[in-house]
Nanobody, 116 residues
């Protein structure tokens, strides 16, 4: 069992920045991939950024250098630094852990609203 808790969402103006945090607890040794997804109203959930088991990173095509994923040395915190935010980045951002047993765990999400 893996528990994920996100924090850091909120209201930000277009062009602004925001940092999201996610802490994983429980069976973190079983995590293969850990990262961020998002779901905007009326749209499917999509990959934002994630760390793979080998330490590589994957980013969604829409990121285009605006977001950076990072983590702490213990690998149970993962962060998403977002900059140059656009209104279309408005979504609920979820932390997701994919485990060795092909079981996915999701956090409850944190809302990011980009609006003037």
């Amino acid at each position: 069992q893996v528990e994920l808790v996100e924090s850091g969402g909120g209201l930000v103006q277009p062009g602004g920045s925001l940092r999201l945090s996610c802490v994983a607890s429980g069976s973190i040794f079983s995590i293969y991939h850990l990262g961020w997804y998002r779901q905007a109203p009326g749209k499917q959930r999509e990959l934002v950024a994630r760390f793979t088991r080998g330490g590589d990173t994957d980013y969604g095509d829409f990121v285009k250098g605006r977001f950076t994923i990072s983590r702490d040395n213990a690998k149970n915190w993962v962060y998403l630094q977002m900059s140059s935010l656009k209104p279309e980045d408005t979504a609920v951002y979820y932390c997701k852990a994919e485990t060795a047993l092909n079981i996915d765990y999701w956090g409850k999400g944190t809302l990011v609203t980009v609006s003037s």
